[in-house]
């Protein structure tokens, strides 16, 4: 009922919320905001002593798990991110003349992000790496904890939370990219404001509906299904990449026009790094399912 309920105010939001890119990047803004907030007040509460020094023990070994790693990874890598800036910029009516601005935005977005990244990871490790009580991670509840040094018993309320806003955003976010790319390859419009983009990301809505009602029914582990579904996305990356490597290298851009090489490079390297990934996940969860 609770997937219902939020997919039908999704879908009511994509046909009757005017400028509704703008009411994405505001409310993406937000939810940065909070994280940076709630996840470094945490990281500092954790380093000077509020962890419980006795959880912590001698470190156990343990099998390595690439799939969380490839699933952050997938996430954190967003070709598909970088490929529809192409249309976040027809939206905002920049043009070639922005193009300084965009690179100044896209540079702190980036950093931002990493910075976030990289204090929820030493967070984790401070807080779960070596513990020798026989904790493990099952739930979203598991990795809630995290937050305890600093909201205490409230943590699993923030995270949950945070989780929700975090989820909310990033399926609507991810199913307009799809839905829009989709329609333009079919040459029904690529406009947020246009009928067929909002058609299908509907469609792509009710899809992802239907995997989390068969997941929550009993059909997989909830958090098997995330890490596994975040790593799977990496096998999409090569041809995103590659598409973008295309779109780079079109002979008509000349002059103004003509992408720096550094550019180009980088979109190679991309590439590059996307192929590994793509064939490092496939055999990862090859190996999951035979063995």
């Known amino acids: ?20 890119y703008s009411q994405i990047e ?14 470094t007040g945490n990281l500092i509460v954790v380093i000077f002593g509020a962890l419980d020094s006795e959880a912590v023990q001698k470190t156990t070994s343990r099998k390595s798990d ?3 790693l490839l699933g952050m990874i997938g996430t954190t890598f967003s070709i598909g991110g970088a490929f529809y800036q192409g249309y976040l910029v027809r939206e905002k009516g920049w043009k070639l003349a922005d193009w300084k601005k965009g690179l100044r935005d896209s540079i702190f977005g980036i950093c ?29 509840g598991d990795v809630a904890k995290q937050l305890e040094p600093l909201f205490g018993k409230g943590a699993k309320v923030i995270f949950s939370l945070g989780i929700m806003a975090g989820a909310f955003s990033s399926f609507l976010v991810n199913a307009v990219i799809g839905g829009t790319i989709l329609s333009d390859s079919l ?67 000349v002059g103004e026009r003509k992408v720096p090489k550094w550019i ?28």
């Not at 009922?1 to 509704?20: E, G, K, T, W």
């Not at 992000?113 to 979203?140: M, N, P």
């Not at 991309?270 to 490092?280: E, Y």
Request: charged content about 10%; aromatic content about 10%.
């Open 1 to 20: 009922m609770v997937l219902l309920v939020i997919n039908f105010f999704v879908a009511f939001c994509l046909f009757r919320v005017r400028s509704l």
């Open 26 to 39: 505001r409310l993406m803004k937000i939810l940065v905001l909070v994280m940076i907030f709630a996840f």
């Open 66 to 68: 690439l799939i969380p």
């Open 112 to 140: 931002v992000l990493g910075i976030v990244t990289s204090f929820i990871l030493i967070t984790s490790v401070l807080t779960f790496h070596g513990r020798a009580d026989g904790f493990e991670l099952k739930s979203v």
């Open 187 to 253: 040459g029904k419009g690529w406009r947020l404001s246009d009928t067929m983009p909002r058609v299908l990301t509907c469609c792509a809505l009710l899809i992802g509906m239907g995997v989390a009602s068969w997941s929550l029914s009993g059909g997989s582990g909830t958090v098997t299904l995330i890490t596994i579904a975040q790593a799977l996305t990496v096998l999409g990356l090569p041809m995103l990449a590659a598409a973008l490597i295309y779109l780079g290298t079109r002979k008509e851009l």
């Open 264 to 291: 180009l490079g980088t979109c190679w390297l991309g590439f590059v790094v996307a192929c590994s990934l793509a064939v490092k996940t496939a055999l990862t969860v090859w190996d999951k399912v035979s063995g």
